[in-house]
């Protein structure tokens, strides 16, 4: 790994070093873990150091001239239910995106790959949309899209880019200055998993059903929002269908934190370190039937005065309330707190996934 004085532990992965090389001297290689650090060829390096000043941990984001004193919250779902259902929670970054796509504009998120492992590429048409919908629950990698996104904005272009809170910061490190055109969009964030352990579990299903996978659908809302159903289609026809806690990569997650980024474990852009425009979220705990009908509703916080101005022009197509920033960390403690280390396990875990398979470390974890 890069030798600047950063243990890995606090790398978060985000690439934004790998853009900023005009050597191409940092590559990101693949751990025991699954999850990707950076590495120097020090044949190429020419210590300019611009790695170490837009380095996540190092750099310290500040907030943009525009954050507004206090974030304003709402409870949002989508009035087109087709567009709700085939989102995560209430359909609302797929108008966000749209708002950006109907005036030409260029809007970036995370797609699986024919691999099923996880990218974040940028679209330009509305067909593409589908592809950015719904979680991924793995890491995604960035590669060098910050560069592609540079290039648009200098073009005076829009961008609204979607990722985790520390992909944010990266592409805000990266670029270095602030952008009119430039829309940026996180959510709430319980720490990202191992594209590996993902990787395991996709094999162990097509061995189980004797075929190659035809899509993959977590949080299918087909028992309703809350059940946080996995779904997978198979190209033979069979269908895996598993609600919540049922099935084994959802409980590894949700439940024994296994798989997590290690930086996860300390995260750096909770609450008010968040920079980012606009967070979405479940809006997990919301008492209310009239906005909570089991469809789905999302967590809409602007915490920028263009974060709300982009929200505020697709009022006409949700429903909302106004609600209170303590509302929403009722049912979403992660947004100011990051979740709980289980280091032990986790090393167990990697020991007999690699010795074993994926099955034997499930059953290694998880206490029936």
Not at 135 to 142: C, V
Not at 304 to 332: A, S, W
Request: charged residues 30%; proline residues 2%.
């Amino acid at each position: 790994m890069i030798n600047w004085g950063l243990p890995m532990s606090k790398c978060t992965g985000c690439e934004a070093c790998v853009n900023i090389c005009n050597n191409n001297a940092i590559q990101m290689e693949k751990m025991k873990d699954g999850f990707r650090y950076p590495r120097i060829d020090v044949k190429k390096c020419t210590e300019c150091k611009q790695c170490l000043k837009v380095c996540n941990s190092k750099s310290n984001i500040r907030k943009q001239k525009d954050f507004l004193d206090s974030p304003l919250v709402y409870a949002m779902r989508n009035k087109n239910t087709e567009i709700r259902l085939h989102s995560t929670s209430g359909g609302i970054f797929s108008e966000l995106a749209e708002c950006i796509l109907n005036k030409k504009g260029n809007v970036a998120g995370a797609v699986y790959m024919p691999d099923w492992s996880a990218e974040h590429h940028m679209i330009q048409d509305l067909k593409d949309l589908e592809d950015l919908r719904r979680s991924k629950y793995q890491q995604s990698n960035i590669n060098l899209l910050f560069r592609k996104v540079k290039t648009v904005l200098d073009e005076q272009k829009t961008v609204l880019f979607c990722g985790t809170p520390c992909q944010i910061g990266g592409l805000k490190a990266f670029l270095g200055k602030e952008y009119d055109g430039l829309f940026t969009c996180d959510f709430i964030c319980r720490g990202v998993s191992s594209p590996k352990i993902f990787a395991s579990y996709i094999e162990n299903l097509k061995h189980t059903y004797g075929s190659e996978i035809k899509y993959i659908w977590m949080k299918n809302k087909c028992n309703g929002w809350h059940s946080l159903t996995t779904v997978v289609g198979f190209e033979n026809g069979e269908t895996y269908v598993r609600g919540g806690l049922e099935d084994s990569y959802v409980q590894l997650y949700l439940k024994y934190n296994i798989g997590v980024r290690k930086s996860c474990y300390e995260c750096e852009f909770k609450g008010e370190r968040d920079a980012a425009d606009i967070t979405l979220g479940d809006f997990w705990g919301l008492e209310d039937p009239v906005m909570d009908d089991n469809k789905g509703t999302s967590v809409v916080i602007c915490r920028t005065e263009r974060g709300k101005q982009l929200v505020d022009k697709i009022k006409e197509h949700v429903f909302y309330q106004r609600k209170e920033i303590e509302e929403v960390e009722k049912g979403n403690p992660c947004l100011y707190h990051s979740i709980k280390k289980c280091e032990e396990d986790q090393e167990k875990f990697y020991e007999i996934l690699e010795r074993e398979g994926y099955q034997k470390a499930v059953e290694a974890i998880v206490k029936k």
